[in-house]
């Protein structure tokens, strides 16, 4: 799948800042990142990793695409 700049290609729930590798994200694609938005336990990141796929569903009408089911 082609993205362009800044779009989003998963929204996901991670503890860890390198839960993917670089050679990972490159697989994915040139310039490809992780970024860690949300701090706290895990009850309050899935409740914001939920939030933001749900709001992303929404404004989209499609689930980003490295998000194949809503958890």
């Known amino acids: 799948m082609f993205?362009?700049?800044g779009q989003?290609?998963?929204i996901g729930?991670?503890?860890?800042?390198?839960?993917?590798s670089f050679?990972?994200?490159q697989r994915i694609g040139p310039g490809v990142r992780q970024y860690n938005e949300v701090p706290g336990n895990q009850m309050q990141i899935k409740f914001a990793e939920k939030l933001k796929l749900y709001n992303y569903y929404r404004a989209n009408l499609?689930?980003?695409p490295g998000n194949s089911i809503f958890r």
């Open 23 to 25: 050679s990972d994200l």
């Open 13 to 20: 729930e991670t503890t860890s800042s390198d839960r993917y």
């Open 3 to 5: 993205l362009h700049a």
């Open 62 to 64: 499609t689930r980003p």
């Open 8 to 10: 989003i290609w998963k």
